[in-house]
């Protein structure tokens, strides 16, 4: 069965700190990775994702992500946060092309000043 | 606004109602999906359609819970009997079958039930 494990509940950062938000995942197949970002009172919405080719995404906001086979690790990264990427970061994984998705516990990201 | 659209967005009832949420979808999307949220956790896999046809469903999905997609366009997910452990965040998604690749649902903002 897949799992996926976000490693830190919270994470407290200062604006313009870098910031990494960590996740593992199982799985005895190939997958497909996702981030997804819940900003305060908002929908779920897609920040970036691994399907194929480099292993090393970006969103348009900044952030990126790389996908390590061997660490089963998916990891994202931001070299300078805002005070408005503060929400909650879901890590994600998928097996299939059914959209089924398996979602971590989830990451909140509090960008202070 | 051509989101996904959930309703209501907020429902408080009593145990052993019964309580239905609906959603509609990104109109040109085949594929639909319910989620389930609770608190301090992330969004769990309840069902999916492809068009009117339900393709999967989860262990999580007792046989309180029924969900439909009757023309293949807006879906209903009724709980019968709502118990305590039902209260969550049930989220709605939609997605276009033939952009799989961009592996990317569409969420709508959610339908809070609180059983009292």
């Known amino acids: 069965a897949q799992s996926v494990t976000q490693l830190d509940s919270q994470v407290p950062v200062f604006e313009e700190a870098p910031v990494e938000l960590r996740c593992n995942y199982s799985s005895s197949v190939s997958v497909y990775l996702f981030w997804y970002v819940q900003y305060p009172n908002q929908g779920l919405q897609l920040l970036l994702k691994?399907?194929?080719?480099?292993?090393l995404v970006e969103s348009i906001n900044g952030f990126e992500a790389e996908f390590n086979k061997s660490q089963t690790s998916f990891h994202l990264r931001k070299p300078s946060v805002h005070i408005s990427d503060t929400a909650e970061y879901f890590c994600?994984?998928?097996?299939?092309?059914?959209?089924?998705?398996?979602f971590g516990q989830g990451t909140t990201l509090q960008v202070k000043p | 606004d051509t989101g996904v659209s959930q309703d209501p967005r907020h429902k408080i009832t009593k145990r052993g109602q019964n309580v239905t949420f609906r959603c509609d979808p990104i109109s040109e999307h085949n594929r639909l999906y319910w989620y389930r949220q609770t608190l301090g956790q992330g969004p769990e896999f309840l069902t999916y359609?492809?068009?009117?046809?339900?393709?999967?469903k989860s262990r999580l999905l007792s046989d309180r819970f029924s969900a439909e997609r009757p023309k293949g366009s807006f879906s209903t997910l009724e709980i019968q009997r709502t118990e305590q452990g039902d209260s969550a965040m049930y989220l709605c998604?939609?997605?276009?079958?033939?952009?799989?690749?961009?592996?990317?649902?569409?969420f709508g903002e959610g339908s809070r039930l609180t059983v009292l």
């Open positions: 994600a994984v998928s097996k299939s092309n059914t959209g089924k998705l398996i």
């Open positions: 359609f492809q068009n009117e046809a339900q393709l999967e």
């Open positions: 998604a939609s997605s276009q079958l033939d952009s799989w690749n961009t592996g990317e649902l569409f």
């Open positions: 691994y399907l194929s080719g480099s292993t």
